[in-house]
């Protein structure tokens, strides 16, 4: 167990609806970091917070969004889904930002668009 | 242009012999760290060994050790005597420190080690 929760762990949805994925980071890590990787493909770095605010932001489509909560779990909102959608998203989390501070990964939630 | 370049789409190697990993970069930042991580079947991401730009010693975890050749951009992944364990998805990521907090990763080498 990495000490980062992600919820759900699978998620099987259909075309056109939305979901929220959920993550809780590891305790006392502040940044937040959310990944998509589709089937047999690298990692997609989509957005990054720290301590609550918007750090860095990759190619994340216009559909999705995300935030950083008080209480500093995280949450990944998708909309509008379409098949390519479907992939592993992953949230990883640091203590703070930058230099050496080594992500920690949850084990994804596995989404998938019928 | 990709920032991290992994040109090993998949290797196979024998148990017990040494394996390397290609992974060359494309910065213009002065400060960055150059990160490792393995996926194996069962899915989780792994951090295996992390070299920074100002460090001058080539970076050791166990088994791991990085090739780091600053001037080259490449930062290659050495595993010393190979186990079957060792079979999973490798990769290099890159935070780069004079902007934003992102890390970007490779696609991965997908290395398989044979009985």
């Known amino acids: 167990d990495s000490g980062v929760t992600q919820t759900p762990k699978h998620l099987i949805t259909a075309t056109g609806q939305r979901v929220t994925l959920r993550c809780s980071p590891r305790?006392?890590?502040?940044?937040v970091y959310w990944y998509q990787q589709s089937l047999d493909q690298g990692l997609q770095f989509l957005i990054q917070?720290?301590?609550?605010?918007?750090?860095a932001k990759g190619n994340i489509l216009e559909r999705f969004s995300a935030q950083q909560f008080p209480d500093l779990h995280s949450e990944l909102n998708l909309s509008s889904l379409e098949l390519g959608d479907s992939a592993l998203y992953f949230c990883?989390?640091?203590?703070?930002?930058?230099?050496?501070?080594?992500?920690?990964f949850g084990a994804g939630s596995r989404l998938t668009v019928l | 242009a990709q920032k991290i370049t992994q040109t090993q789409p998949g290797m196979f190697v024998q148990e017990k012999e040494a394996v390397t990993l290609d992974c060359t970069y494309d910065t213009s930042d002065q400060s960055y760290g150059l990160f490792w991580y393995k996926q194996p079947s069962s899915g989780e991401m792994i951090f295996l060994i992390y070299q920074g730009s100002y460090d001058e010693q080539n970076a050791t975890e166990g088994r791991y050790s990085l090739n780091f050749q600053k001037a080259r951009k490449s930062t290659n992944l050495v595993i010393s005597a190979s186990q079957l364990g060792d079979s999973a998805m490798y990769f290099c990521?890159?935070?780069?420190?004079?902007?934003?907090?992102?890390?970007?990763f490779g696609k991965g080498t997908r290395l398989h080690i044979l009985p």
């Open positions: 990521a890159m935070r780069e420190e004079d902007r934003d907090d992102k890390i970007i």
């Open positions: 305790s006392g890590d502040l940044s």
């Open positions: 917070y720290y301590n609550g605010e918007e750090r």
């Open positions: 990883a989390s640091s203590l703070i930002s930058g230099g050496a501070n080594v992500l920690t």
